[in-house]
Structure formats: C-alpha cells, structure tokens
C-alpha cells in the first residue's frame, strides 16, 4: 500500500497545516495545543498474557485493530510508543508492528525518527554534567555531598559494559571517584517525566523535582537546586509534541514517548493520548508487556494522574505459542501441534483474565493467529476462553491487515456499548509505600507475600520521610514471569515477591520499587538482531524485524 503524505492523514483527524512540523514527507510533529479540546472518543487498552522472549504480536494486534475500527467506518486514531535502539538492535527487533499491520515508514520509526530518544538522553546526561561539576566545584562541604549522588547516565542502546562504571578518577577532577553506571534511555526519570507532562510548564516543573542526591547534613537536593531545570526542559521542548504517522492503511497513529513497562510505566505519551481523544472517535493505546506489568501501571499511575480516563474497553492478548511456553514446552517445540500443552498454559492466561476483573473494565480476549497454529490448539482456546465467560475473538491482522481484526473490532465496540464499566484503582494513596505494594503482588502477581531487604525498607522509610509516601508505586521486575522470577512460567503459587531496592521518581510522581534480579540496562543477545541490519549502496536499509 502506498504512503500518503503526512498532510493528508492529519487531515483526516481535522489538523490544520499550520499545526504540523514536517519531517520529511510521511513524518510530523503536532503542535498540540490549539488542538486540546473536550474528550470525544472512546479509549481502548490494549495489553496481553505473560509474553514469550519474542512478544505475542501486542503491537501489531493494537495496529491492526486500529484499521479495523477504520474499516468500519469509525474515526480512529492510534497511539504508541517509540521503538527503544535497545530493542531494534537486540533480541525483539523493531516496534513497528508485522506484516499487513504495521506503522510506517517503519526503519526511520525504529531508528531516530524525529529525534525525541536523543533529547530525553541529551537532556538527562545534561543533568548528570552538571551534578558532577557541581560536586567539582562546591567540594565535599557544599551543596551536593558527592558520596550521595544518585543520578546515573543513559544511553539508548543495550550495553551490559555500562551497568558499572567509576569517574572521576582523573586527577583533574577535583573530587573522589566514584561508581555509578548508565542506565537504558526508556529506564530514564525523564523518559517518564515527559510521557506524563500535560504541557510545557509541567513539564519544566517535574524536571525540577528531579532527586539528585542529598546534602550533607541529608536535606534532598533537585534539579531545580542546581539549575539544571531550565536548560533540560529546553532541551525537551520539541520532544514534547506527538509525533504523527500512519498504518500502512492510513490510519492516524500518534507514535510518542518510549517508558519500558518492566522497568518503568510503560505507556505512550499522555498529550498523544489525550490529542487523540479530542481528534476521534477511537483511541487505540497499548501497554507494555502484560496486564500485570504494563496494564497495571496505566490504571494505577497514568490514569491518577486526572490526563488520561480509564479505558472505555480493554484487549487482552493472548497466543497459542506463549500458552504452550506456559505450559512447560521449550521454546524450539513450539510449533508442534500440542492442545493438552495449551490448556495447562492456560492457566497464565486465566489470571491475567482474572486482573482485568479486578479493575473492573470491560474486556475481549483474543488470539492472535500465526500461519503455523494448529485447528485443535485453536479449538481448544475457544473452549477454554467460552468456559470463562467472557467475550473473545481470533484476530488475523499479520495477514490480514485491518479486515483479520474485524471481528475484533466488532467485539470490543459491543463490550464499550453494551458491558458495565466499573473500573476502580487496586490501591488509595493514603496506604503506606509497602502496603501498596503487598496488594499488587497479592492481588495482580498472585504471591504470597512479600519480603523486603533492609537496604531497601530504609530507602522506602527514607521517601515516606521526605514526604513521599502518597505517591504511587511502579514496579520494576522481569516481564517474563508473573513473578519476580523469571524461570517461573505458568501461573506461580506459594512464592514471595522479594523487594531488593527502591529509588523516588519525585518528577515522574511515583516511587520505582525493584524486585528480583530486574535489570536497567538489558544486553546484548548472543546473536543481536544489529548482525543482521545492513544499508544497500542506494539507502535502502534490510533486516530489520
């Protein structure tokens, strides 16, 4: 299918000419605020069961159901979040979708887009400059005491080297060395900072709160405290608008912000979301990971943030090759017809049916076919989804496009019309940091209780102090497990959700709280997905997932 020019797909969603920044002719940047108006559209969540290494197509499922919405005549827009380097370069290649249901131009998308990745970067290595040089010139009385820094750097890319370094062993460094280490771009405060802005101003204020380390007689100090506010939201300012693309069917998809969900919250910008809402009918978002990683985050952070509603409907994915891995079969088998594996793997998937309940929103399962699904596995999905009770589809988007979803579309358009939507958030704010956290590993990982390392209950006995207490907390642990391990696949009974460190997001608004063995900046596969990438003599980029 041939691209439009950006011009026209803004048109569909009545966005004047003088409200684009061109890049290029399929990409744009939206000047979103003479566009903000009363919500009009209905929202569409869009997360999954616990995943296998390779995803279950969650991506590619939001997209195709955008076009499917489309199809039917519904004015739909779509939001997503920008492909991480990591990622594109490691073990699940570009975040761009598959097949006939894809965003596109899908290699300047999973590469440096509009540059929105490097502005985030840019802008959190400028605040780890200027921590240093002030540690350099105040000395050890002054305001920042240096042994208490916690401001790492990032880097978009998976570079295990990087997890632990030591500066300022230069002799020129007018202070002690010390360790520190880089994290991932998408694991920044700041990735998270301007994905929950609502505008310019909040945006320079969240990067004010900023905690950067403490003083030292043990006052917090911020960003703002060292000035360091003004010159990162400058360097943010055009990151801040969503950045408009298409489907391959032409649907409008805003593409903005890159939060992972198994180290952060995990969901596109909230003024992308909030832009398509005013703009159209259908807003289709997606979360990452699964219900208990990213879905939980959207309810329990983004929407207390008063930008964002609650979804009016969301889509649970869910695949017979993930059941399978659930249900005890190695990943080289996968393929092999196997109905009495899918059923035991089912059992994953019946506890995340059981969070979306919890949450009270309505919902569609659906799976999400591959050419090499067996009739029997399918068979035995549908049997075992109609036992549950709720509404399900099979979706065919891969290759299909928008018409293998339009039983999916159809589906979710009954749950929003005809379902009660009775959506409440799992915990108040007013409960303490750790008890917070006993109810989402009870009641959305499904553990037993939970067990918190004394390092860490002293930093949460820390930010209660400083008056952080009321915050919600975001969970940082692996996403291929219910659990906070990653070898336990299925639905894992009797075990313990082991709280190992925990870190204040005072600009993001929330408290990241650590569990197992989860790691803020991934590496490289054995085999990445880089080795593959090449660039013929005329530009043309092949390889990519």
């Not at 000047?31 to 999954?48: C, F, H, N, S, W």
């Not at 509009?114 to 105040?138: E, Q």
């Not at 929330?510 to 054995?526: E, R, W």
Request: charged share 25%; glycine share 10%; with cysteine.
């Amino acid at each position: 299918m041939e691209l439009k020019p950006i011009n026209q797909i803004a048109k569909k969603l009545g966005i004047p000419e003088e409200s684009l920044e061109y890049y290029g002719r399929y990409k744009a940047k939206v000047d979103y605020q003479p566009l903000l108006r009363e919500r009009r559209g209905k929202l569409i969540m869009v997360t999954a069961m616990t995943p296998t290494p390779a995803g279950e197509g969650k991506t590619t499922t939001a997209i195709g159901l955008s076009d499917a919405l489309s199809q039917l005549g519904r004015k739909t827009c779509l939001t997503l979040r920008e492909p991480s380097l990591g990622p594109v370069f490691g073990i699940k290649g570009g975040a761009t979708g598959g097949g006939r249901a894809m965003v596109v131009p899908r290699e300047e998308i999973n590469l440096h887009f509009t540059g929105d990745i490097h502005a985030v970067t840019s802008a959190h290595n400028l605040l780890a400059a200027m921590v240093d040089n002030r540690v350099h010139f105040d000395g050890p009385t002054g305001l920042l005491d240096g042994r208490t820094v916690t401001w790492k750097r990032v880097l978009d890319m998976n570079d295990r080297a990087l997890r632990q370094i030591i500066i300022g062993a230069d002799e020129t460094f007018g202070a002690f060395a010390r360790e520190t280490g880089f994290d991932i771009t998408a694991a920044s405060e700041i990735m998270a900072i301007l994905c929950l802005s609502s505008d310019l101003k909040d945006l320079k204020t969240r990067v004010g709160n900023i905690l950067v380390g403490y003083s030292v007689d043990g006052r917090p100090v911020y960003a703002r405290d060292i000035k360091a506010d003004g010159a990162m939201t400058a360097l943010l300012k055009d990151a801040l608008k969503p950045n408009l693309v298409q489907t391959l069917e032409g649907t409008p998809a805003f593409i903005h912000g890159g939060p992972f969900a198994n180290i952060a919250h995990g969901t596109n910008s909230i003024i992308a979301t909030r832009l398509a809402l005013s703009l159209s009918d259908y807003v289709v978002t997606e979360t990452g990971f699964a219900s208990d990683l990213g879905a939980e985050k959207f309810f329990d952070i983004v929407v207390r943030t008063g930008q964002v509603p609650p979804p009016d409907a969301c889509v649970l994915v869910s695949t017979l090759r993930a059941l399978k891995y659930h249900g005890g079969i190695k990943a080289d088998e996968l393929l092999k017809e196997n109905p009495g594996a899918v059923e035991i793997g089912f059992e994953n998937l019946r506890k995340h049916l059981e969070n979306l309940r919890i949450f009270g929103v309505p919902f569609v399962v659906v799976l999400n076919l591959f050419p090499a699904d067996h009739r029997s596995e399918i068979d035995r999905w549908v049997s075992l989804v109609q036992e549950e009770g709720v509404r399900y589809a099979l979706s065919d988007v891969y290759n299909r496009g928008g018409e293998g979803g339009l039983e999916l579309a159809r589906e979710i358009i009954k749950a929003i019309e005809e379902d009660k939507n009775t959506f409440d958030f799992l915990y108040p704010l007013e409960l303490p940091v750790l008890q917070k956290v006993e109810i989402i590993a009870k009641k959305i990982y499904g553990a037993e209780g939970v067990k918190v390392e004394p390092a860490a209950r002293k930093k949460i006995e820390l930010f209660e102090k400083l008056g952080f207490g009321k915050y919600p907390v975001c969970v940082a642990k692996t996403q291929a497990s219910l659990s906070d391990d990653s070898k336990k696949l299925g639905r894992p009974r009797g075990w313990t959700l082991t709280v190992t460190s925990a870190s204040l997001s005072a600009g993001a608004g929330f408290i990241v709280i650590q569990c197992g063995d989860i790691m803020t900046m991934p590496g490289l596969p054995k085999s990445p997905a880089a080795e593959r990438i090449d660039v013929d003599e005329e530009g043309k980029i092949t390889g990519m997932i």
